[in-house]
């Protein structure tokens, strides 16, 4: 009689930097029975019921100090990790894999009470106060930059990358991406996370027209919350709230603007696309900074801080760039030279080494 397939339960939520990974990892692993823990109202009930069970729990954040709202807080993490327990035990799951946030509390709690392993992917280059206190619990701690394991001194850490989406994967043709960019004109790709950037809108708004001038086209993925949205209309300028296909578009770019999300920084490192940095300033802790140290550092991109950056400098440094085509193909060569493409197989032998033995 066949084995049983391992039943593994994947904590991720929220953000697509949450989920892509999680998602291109539970691709590597078709032998396995995979169920999801997420929370209702978040992107995961849009992205995974079409590949997999979804379980949801209510779970929220900490605020800042202890009050009143923080011991009601403390209440839903309990009656949540009672229901994640709930879950692990009828499920008869083997292992959790979380990608951090404020689902993997409930989620490693409830595991690793129980007995089971469980796998740890951070992504960032700063891990959160999630990781930060519950990495030495996990069984494995998988990170996507070497630079985390500093902030994670007790934990089992394994460099693996961040897995990239498949479509990053596939062999990627110019000819399939489906927007009227002509060949030969240099393609600046603007992009704020999976929610878009309306300060970062603004001043690539105001700083395109140069770049229009310089023969260059704008694809400005704005979020769909830009309260400008539809201001700016030139021939060479295309405005989309969000766009899927981002590996032919990023194959295509010349030069990224971009936030410093880890998910975002991976598939440009994959991509090899010298990139303009801003640091989305509220994120926390000002973790996409220590993100963007990492491309800063090796060469693949310029940082700039939101609030030092001006339209008119921007302006200057993409036009400064454009007419440097040499130190374009050294940063992109810089970026690919961070990138591990082979981050879901990597993450997929890790989850089999600690679920199966
Ligand atoms: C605001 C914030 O705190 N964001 C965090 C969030 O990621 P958040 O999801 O905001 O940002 P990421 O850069 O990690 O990922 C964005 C993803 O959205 C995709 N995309 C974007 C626009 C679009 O039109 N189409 C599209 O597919 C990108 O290709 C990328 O895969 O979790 C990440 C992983 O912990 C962190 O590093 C980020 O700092």
Not at 9 to 21: N, R
Not at 22 to 44: C, F, H, M, S, T
Not at 305 to 332: F, H, I, R, Y
Request: proline fraction near 6%; glycine fraction near 8%.
């Amino acid at each position: 009689m066949a084995n049983a397939p391992i039943k593994l339960l994947i904590a991720a939520s929220g953000t697509g930097g949450h989920l892509f990974p999680a998602i291109a990892l539970a691709q590597k692993l078709p032998d396995y029975e995979i169920e999801w823990l997420g929370v209702p109202n978040r992107l995961e009930t849009q992205l995974v019921p079409k590949q997999y069970p979804l379980n949801t729990i209510a779970v929220e954040g900490f605020q800042q100090g202890f009050g009143f709202a923080s011991l009601k807080v403390l209440g839903k993490l309990t009656g949540s990790i009672i229901e994640v327990r709930r879950i692990l035990q009828q499920g008869k799951f083997q292992g959790v894999l979380t990608t951090g946030g404020y689902i993997a509390g409930p989620a490693v709690i409830a595991a690793r009470s129980l007995g089971l392993p469980v796998i740890f992917h951070e992504s960032n280059a700063l891990p959160g106060k999630v990781t930060r206190f519950f990495g030495p619990w996990c069984t494995a701690m998988a990170l996507g930059f070497a630079e985390a394991a500093q902030y994670l001194p007790r934990a089992k850490n394994v460099c693996v990358g961040t897995p990239v989406r498949s479509q990053f994967l596939d062999q990627i043709s110019h000819a399939s991406l489906d927007l009227a960019i002509p060949d030969n004109v240099p393609l600046i790709v603007v992009f704020g996370g999976s929610q878009g950037a309306v300060a970062v809108n603004q001043l690539v708004r105001e700083s395109a027209p140069a770049w229009f001038d310089a023969g260059a086209y704008v694809v400005h993925l704005t979020g769909d919350r830009d309260p400008d949205a539809g201001s700016l209309k030139h021939p060479q300028y295309l405005e989309l709230p969000f766009y899927d296909n981002m590996a032919v578009l990023l194959q295509r770019a010349a030069i990224a603007i971009s936030r410093s999300g880890a998910g975002s920084l991976t598939e440009l490192a994959v991509c090899g696309v010298p990139a303009i940095l801003i640091p989305y300033p509220f994120a926390a802790e000002d973790h996409q900074s220590y993100n963007a140290d990492v491309f800063t550092k090796a060469g693949a991109a310029l940082t700039f801080k939101q609030s030092e950056l001006t339209a008119q400098k921007l302006q200057s440094q993409v036009l400064d760039l454009l007419q440097s085509p040499a130190e374009l193909t050294k940063m992109g060569e810089n970026a690919q030279a961070i990138a591990v493409p082979d981050s879901a197989e990597k993450l997929a032998s890790l989850v089999r080494e600690v679920v199966e033995t």
